[in-house]
């Protein structure tokens, strides 16, 4: 079954070119990843911390084996000296 | 300037169902607006009472209208009796 997350990523004020920085790297290691449809970056319109990934999955496998990628845990170990709080991450299938 | 739009929308627990149905309907009417590039709605394979609806508009002034259509407008006067607390909405851009 095909998933869609949508994570909701804050960054520390000072951290916001830092992390975008850091996303964009990670963008691009998840792309090439086999279960992943799509891995895109946005950001707030008003507010430029808050970043918004939308990920679309093949399936549970697929997620599960993204979480133990290279770029994924490269991620993790920086990820907490920039962000504001853990991200707020939901995992979905759509329904219409 | 295209839009995406994350809402993040969480029914009352003895609601799930009959907001179900309400987003339902609200996406079968915004899909026919001219700025509507995209409206999908997805439903936490966690959590069945978390809802997120992905948006995709053509610029901001499409996003705008939307907020005064007839079926915008009728899912607003259900919503507050339906959901948990005020959708947490996220416009932003695509930058990857």
Chains 1, 2 share one sequence.
């Not at 920039?82 to 219409?96: A, E, F, G, H, M």
Request: net charge negative.
């Amino acid at each position: 079954m095909k998933l869609t997350v949508t994570a909701l990523i804050k960054s520390k004020p000072e951290n916001v070119e830092e992390l975008k920085h850091a996303l964009e790297i990670l963008v691009d290691g998840t792309r090439q990843e086999p279960g992943c449809i799509s891995y895109d970056l946005h950001q707030s319109t008003t507010e430029p911390s808050t970043f918004v990934m939308l990920e679309e999955w093949k399936d549970s496998a697929a997620l599960k084996a993204h979480q133990s990628m290279p770029h994924y845990l490269a991620f993790g170990t920086i990820a907490g000296a920039l962000l504001l709080n853990s991200p707020d991450v939901l995992v979905t299938t759509k329904i219409k």
